[in-house]
Structures are given as C-alpha cells and as structure tokens.
C-alpha cells in the first residue's frame, strides 16, 4: 500500500510491532499509549487525527494477529524488505521469550 520502498519498510515495522503487542496478553492499552507517545515523538507533525488513526489500526492489527495466531508467542526482533528483481521479500528473525 505504501508507494516507496521506506514507506513499506515503516509499514511492516509497524505490523511487526502490532503482532508483538499482541503477544503480551496483559497492558495493551499501557502498550498502545507508549507506541502512540513513541510514534508522535518519530513523527512531529502527527496531528491528533493521525494518532487516533495509528492507535485504530494498531488495535485492528492486534486483534487479526490474536484470531489467526492465538498460540504463537514468538516475538519479531528483525525484519526488512529485500528487493528480489521486481518483489519485495519479507527476511524475519523471531526469538521465542520466556
């Protein structure tokens, strides 16, 4: 959905970052209220429409992750794009916490 490269980067990093919420099953609006504090600090010109957008979305990544993998509690610590000729590659590294 994103038109460059950076942008789909940023994207996935996001996604990556609701799927690790996600796997914390107690404090997610603690969590959210930190990510959204984090991304308005990345971010200076977020108005409070995009903050209220970001924090929306984020919820509905949360929830998709929740009902399609409700047992996976493995955590994303890496991630990139890696362009193959004219596709971009998904490179994920995962760790399981205990």
């Known amino acids: 959905m994103a038109e460059t490269p950076e942008q789909r980067q ?11 919420i996600a796997c914390n099953p107690t404090a997610l609006e603690k969590v959210l209220d930190r990510y959204v504090c984090e991304y308005q600090q ?5 108005n409070p429409a995009d903050l209220t957008g970001v924090r929306s979305d984020m919820k509905k990544l949360i929830q998709r992750k929740r009902e399609m993998f409700p047992g996976d509690l493995r955590q994303i610590v890496g991630v990139q794009l890696v362009r193959v000729g004219d596709k971009d590659r998904i490179e994920a590294v995962s760790a399981t916490l205990t």
């Open 42 to 46: 990345l971010n200076a010109n977020a």
């Open 10 to 20: 940023s994207h996935l990093n996001a996604a990556c970052s609701a799927w690790n």
